[in-house]
C-alpha cells in the first residue's frame, strides 16, 4: 500500500533520487570525455592535479574522497597513457607524489571545454547547475568535512 504519505515510497527517498542523478549525469560525461582519453574517475584525478600539483597519493585521496586502494589504479592507468608521474617525494619518501607531464598539462586546455559541453548536454539552466552544485557541496560539507590534509 502506497500513499503520497508513504515514507518508503521509491519516489521520495533521496538515496534513489542522488543515485539515479548521478548516474546520469555521470553518463553524460563519457562520450565528452573519451576524445580526451578518460574516464570519469581520471577526470576527477586530472582536476584534482590541475588545481594543484605534485600532490601525495594521500591527499589526492582525502581531496577526491577516496581509498588510496581504489585511487592507485586509477592514478597507474594516468601514468600508463602519459599524463602523470609517480615518484617517492623528495621531502618525506614514505609519500608518494604525483604529478602531472607535460601532455597531462596540455590536455587542461582541452579539458576546459568538458563544462560547457556537459552543461549544452544536460539542457539545463546553467543557473540552476549552479545552485543545485553549491547545495550538495553545504550538505557534503556538513555529513563528510574535507579532510585537514585534502585543503
Known amino acids: 500500500m502506497t500513499t503520497g504519505t508513504d515514507l518508503l515510497a521509491l519516489d521520495r527517498q533521496l538515496c534513489y533520487a542522488l543515485a539515479v542523478a548521478s548516474r546520469s549525469v555521470i553518463g553524460v560525461y563519457k562520450p565528452i570525455l573519451e576524445p580526451l582519453g578518460l574516464t570519469h574517475p581520471q577526470y576527477l584525478v586530472m582536476l584534482a592535479l590541475w588545481e594543484r600539483e605534485p600532490r601525495s597519493l594521500g591527499d589526492l585521496a582525502a581531496a577526491l574522497r577516496l581509498e588510496p586502494a581504489t585511487l592507485s589504479p586509477l592514478v597507474k592507468r594516468l601514468e600508463a597513457a602519459g599524463l602523470v608521474t609517480r615518484a617517492r617525494s623528495a621531502s618525506d619518501e614514505r609519500q608518494l607524489a604525483v604529478q602531472l607531464t607535460p601532455e597531462g598539462r596540455r590536455l587542461r586546455d582541452r579539458a576546459e571545454q568538458v563544462p560547457s559541453q556537459v552543461v549544452e548536454a ?15 557541496t553545504a550538505i557534503i560539507g556538513r555529513i563528510a568535512p574535507v579532510p585537514a590534509s585534502a585543503s
Not at 122 to 136: H, K, N, T
Request: aromatic share 0%.
Open 122 to 136: 544536460l539542457g539545463v539552466d546553467v543557473e540552476e547547475l549552479l545552485e543545485l552544485q553549491a547545495r550538495l
